[in-house]
Nanobody, 116 residues
Framework: QVQLVESGGGLVQPGGSLRLSCAAS????????MAWYRQAPGNQRELVAS???????NYVDSVKGRFTISGDNALNTVSLQMNSLKPEDTAVYYC??????????WGQGTQVAVSS
């Protein structure tokens, strides 16, 4: 059974940093790409950052220069370093991994709250 477990969320003051991590178990097929999404109350889930197996990254404009995604395909882990956090970054963050076969696997989500 495939399971993705996120960790690292929490409450931080504006300007602070957090590092989210996601580890997968039970995946049989090779992972093509990994990503972090977030969903704030009343909003749709949005893609925050992604990284392919070749290391190509993509970020939503609102986090460029502040967030950094990194992944390890051999270990099936993905992390998101978040710096200079803003209140508008408050959301539940989800990791997702997609296999070469096209299967999507999601984590259960971790809460990030940015507030003074």
């Amino acid at each position: 059974q495939v399971q993705l477990v996120e960790s690292g969320g929490g409450l931080v003051q504006p300007g602070g940093s957090l590092r989210l991590s996601c580890a997968a178990s039970g995946i049989i097929f090779t992972i093509y790409d990994m990503a972090w999404y977030r969903q704030a109350p009343g909003n749709q889930r949005e893609l925050v950052a992604s990284i392919t197996s070749l290391g190509s990254t993509n970020y939503v404009d609102s986090v460029k220069g502040r967030f950094t995604i990194s992944g390890d395909n051999a270990l099936n882990t993905v992390s998101l370093q978040m710096n200079s956090l803003k209140p508008e970054d408050t959301a539940v963050y989800y990791c997702k991994m997609r296999s070469y076969r096209g299967d999507d696997y999601w984590g259960q989500g971790t809460q990030v709250a940015v507030s003074s």
